[in-house]
């Protein structure tokens, strides 16, 4: 089984608009770490956000928040009033366990942002 | 600027031929991760290193990768005997130790092999 899926190849969402980008897991290790990272066509991967598996509220950071549905293991990525620098592939990634260090990626979605 | 080096950015080798890709991880990163990306795919971990040793190499695809840390510092990843298969973006992080351990990246070395 997949251990991250991401299912939307591509979205085009329209300037100013919010988008929510899916993600699902599988584990089943009670300690994990999910993480979004935005690539752009430069190729560098920039970390956006983190949500621990016991943080008790969803994380924010600016425009971007994560809605963490930990029953039903779906970690969305939520980008508010979209901007056309937000145009780039977007990858979910999972840390699993104490000690591990290892990040599993998902395919990756890629956004376009419509003017 | 502060952030993950990667040199080359980009490497034409012909197939059969040995190589080196440098990282350069933020300065006081102790952690440093190698991470293989194909075409239209996540990148896949390759290696993790903390401080000089290799910490978990479970990804490394054969015994033609091999990378090193001397130092605890900069790493290379070594290639031998390269394959056309092996044309991908191969790309670095670094992160702290403790709290998160938010893994950081550089901007990838695009290795082509023909």
């Known amino acids: 089984a997949q251990k991250i899926t991401q299912t939307q190849p591509g979205m085009f969402v329209q300037e100013k608009e919010a988008v929510t980008l899916d993600c699902t897991y599988d584990?089943?290790?009670?300690?994990?770490?999910l993480f979004w990272y935005k690539q752009p066509s430069s190729g560098e991967m920039i970390f956006l956000i983190y949500q621990g598996s016991y943080d008790q509220q969803n994380a924010t950071e600016g425009r971007y928040s994560l809605n963490f549905q930990k029953a039903r293991k779906s970690a969305n990525l939520v980008i508010s009033a979209s901007q056309l620098g937000d145009s780039a592939m977007y990858f979910c990634?999972?840390?699993?366990?104490?000690?591990?260090?290892?990040?599993?990626f998902g395919t990756g979605t890629r956004l376009t942002i419509i003017p | 600027g502060a952030g993950v080096s990667q040199t080359p950015s980009n490497k034409v080798t012909e197939k059969g031929k040995y190589v080196e890709l440098r990282c350069d991880p933020i300065?006081?990163?102790?952690?440093l991760y190698w991470y293989r990306q194909s075409l239209g795919q996540g990148p896949e971990f390759l290696i993790y290193?903390?401080?000089?040793?290799?910490?978990?190499d479970s990804g490394l695809p054969n015994d033609r990768f091999f990378a090193v840390r001397p130092e605890g510092s900069v790493s290379t990843l070594k290639i031998q005997r390269t394959e056309r298969g092996d044309s991908a973006v191969y790309l670095c992080?670094?992160?702290?130790?403790?709290?998160?351990?938010?893994?950081?990246f550089g901007a990838g070395t695009r290795l082509s092999v023909l």
């Open positions: 992080a670094s992160s702290p130790t403790g709290g998160k351990n938010i893994q950081y």
């Open positions: 584990t089943s290790d009670p300690s994990y770490g």
């Open positions: 290193f903390q401080g000089t040793g290799a910490a978990d």
């Open positions: 990634a999972m840390r699993e366990g104490p000690g591990n260090e290892k990040l599993t």
């Open positions: 300065s006081g990163h102790t952690a």
